[in-house]
C-alpha cells in the first residue's frame, strides 16, 4: 500500500498549504486530465487519469511512495472517498476538501440550499433522479455523461421548471445559465456540470420563510400533522361529489394504511394514483417523498386534490381524465394504485409494470376478476377484506361502545415476480 495517501478537493481556487506540500511530495498522482494539466504535478509523478475509480484505486494500494488523488470540490460528498474507502482496498485516507460543486452552484444562483435534496444521476439514476425533482421544489443535481441537463429535462416533460445549469465550476471557462425546462433541449452543455431544479407548487426557500432545522427539510413540511393514514376530515372534500364521473366514497384511513405499505412508496418512486378523488392517498404517498401522478376524471375533484396537495406541501401532478387512454402519457411507474376503475383500467397499468400494484375492487366478483388480471400479468398477487368498526365514548366519558360500521373494502395487490 501506498506510504500516504491524500485525497486533495480542488474547486479552480489556489491550494492551501496542506494540499500543496502533498501534491508537491506525491510520486503518483490520480486526477481528471484537466486537473493534471492545471495543478503543479511534480514531473517525475507517475500520473494516472481518473476514469475507472475502482481500478486507480488497485493501483494506489500496489504503489510504493506518497499517492494524491485529486478530485472536484469535497470528494467525500458524492465523491471519491466512498469507493477508495472499500475494505477490498485496505487504503487509509487524509482527506483535504474544497467547497462542494453543490453549495458552489447554489452560491452562484445566490440561494440557501439547507432545504434542498441532492441527488446524484450516476449509474444509471437518472429516472430516480428526475423524480426527485418531480417531488420536490428545489433539488440539486450531480450530472453525468448521457446523464445531463437535456435529458433530465426530457424526463420531465410537461412538468415546468426553472434550470440552472453550472458549467465547469471553479475553472476559467464557469459558466452558469438560468433557463426554463422546455428550453434546455436547445443548447449543448460542457461536462462537469451541476443542475439546480427549482419550481412547483410547493415553493421553497420563499423570501420571509423561517429557517427549518432539518437539512433536505422535513417531508410533509410545512404545516403537516405527525404521521400518515390521517383521518378523512383532513383533506378538504375528501371524495368525490355525487353524479360526478366515477364517483365514490374517500378511502378511510385504515384502507389508506394497508394500500400505502403494499405501494411501498420512497423517495424515487414514482407513484400512479388512478381515480384518486380528493387526493387523499395521492397526497399521502407523496409525503412519503415518492413523485406522485394522480388522475381523476372530475374537475372538481381535482381542484381539491391540489387544494390538499399545498396544505400538505408536497407536489402531486394532477391529470385531469378516465380510462386506459389516458394513461398513455404518463411516465413510468414505479407503483400504482388503481382507487377507482374499471377491468381495462387495470389491465392498463398492469401493462406499465409498476413493481408494486394495488387495486381496490367493489364487489367479489370484480376481485377475482382483479385478482386474474394480476396473476396474468406475471405477478405474485395476494389481497384482503377489511372491516373496521370505531369506538365510541359514551356521554361524559362514559363506557366505549362500538360505533357504526365504516364498512368493508375489498384489496388486491401485487408484486413483480423477481
Request: aromatic content about 6%.
Amino acid at each position: 500500500m501506498a506510504d500516504r495517501i491524500t485525497v486533495i478537493g480542488w474547486d479552480g481556487t489556489p491550494l492551501t498549504e496542506a494540499a500543496g506540500a502533498a501534491l508537491a511530495a506525491a510520486t503518483l498522482v490520480a486526477g481528471a486530465s484537466y486537473q493534471l494539466d492545471a495543478l503543479p504535478v511534480p514531473e517525475d509523478a507517475e500520473r494516472i487519469a481518473l476514469g475507472n475509480i475502482q481500478q486507480a484505486a488497485r493501483t494506489i494500494a500496489e504503489h510504493r511512495g506518497a499517492a494524491v488523488v485529486v478530485a472536484e470540490g469535497d470528494p467525500g460528498f458524492f465523491g471519491v472517498v466512498r469507493t477508495l474507502r472499500r475494505p477490498e482496498f485496505g487504503l487509509e485516507l487524509e482527506v483535504l476538501p474544497a467547497v462542494s460543486s453543490v453549495a458552489t452552484a447554489f452560491a452562484r444562483a445566490g440561494m440557501p440550499w439547507e432545504d434542498a435534496q441532492v441527488v446524484s444521476a450516476h449509474g444509471g439514476r437518472l429516472r430516480r433522479a428526475a423524480n426527485i425533482c418531480r417531488a420536490h421544489p428545489k433539488v440539486a443535481v450531480l450530472t453525468a455523461p448521457g446523464a445531463g441537463p437535456g435529458e433530465l429535462a426530457l424526463m420531465l416533460r410537461g412538468v415546468h421548471r426553472t434550470f440552472v445549469v453550472c458549467e465547469a465550476l471553479g475553472t476559467p471557462e464557469e459558466d452558469v445559465t438560468v433557463l426554463t425546462s422546455d428550453r434546455i433541449a436547445d443548447h449543448v452543455w460542457r461536462d462537469p456540470n451541476v443542475v439546480l431544479v427549482i419550481g412547483g407548487g410547493a415553493q421553497a426557500g420563499a423570501v420571509g420563510e423561517a429557517a427549518g432545522w432539518l437539512a433536505g427539510r422535513p417531508l410533509g413540511y410545512p404545516g403537516a400533522e405527525r404521521g400518515w393514514a390521517l383521518p378523512g376530515d383532513a383533506y378538504a372534500g375528501a371524495g368525490r361529489t355525487e353524479g360526478e364521473p366515477g364517483a365514490s366514497e374517500a378511502l378511510p384511513a385504515h384502507v389508506r394504511a394497508l394500500v400505502l405499505a403494499r405501494l411501498g412508496a420512497r423517495p424515487g418512486d414514482l407513484v400512479w394514483s388512478v381515480g384518486a378523488g380528493s387526493g387523499a392517498l395521492a397526497v399521502e404517498a407523496a409525503r412519503f417523498g415518492a413523485a406522485v401522478v394522480a388522475v381523476e376524471a372530475s374537475r372538481s375533484a381535482c381542484a381539491r386534490l391540489t387544494v390538499n396537495a399545498r396544505r400538505y406541501g408536497v407536489e402531486v401532478e394532477t391529470v385531469y381524465g378516465q380510462g386506459p387512454e389516458v394513461l398513455g402519457g404518463l411516465p413510468e411507474p414505479d407503483a400504482a394504485v388503481v382507487e377507482s376503475g374499471d377491468l381495462d383500467v387495470v389491465r392498463a397499468v398492469l401493462a406499465r409494470r409498476p413493481e408494486r400494484f394495488v387495486a381496490l375492487a367493489r364487489t367479489f366478483a370484480e376481485a377475482e376478476e382483479v385478482h386474474r388480471a394480476i396473476v396474468g400479468a406475471g405477478y405474485r398477487a395476494d389481497g384482503a377484506l377489511l372491516q373496521s368498526t370505531p369506538l365510541r365514548a359514551g356521554e361524559e366519558g362514559g363506557a366505549l361502545a362500538l360505533g357504526a360500521g365504516a364498512g368493508g373494502a375489498l384489496l388486491l395487490w401485487g408484486e413483480q415476480i423477481v
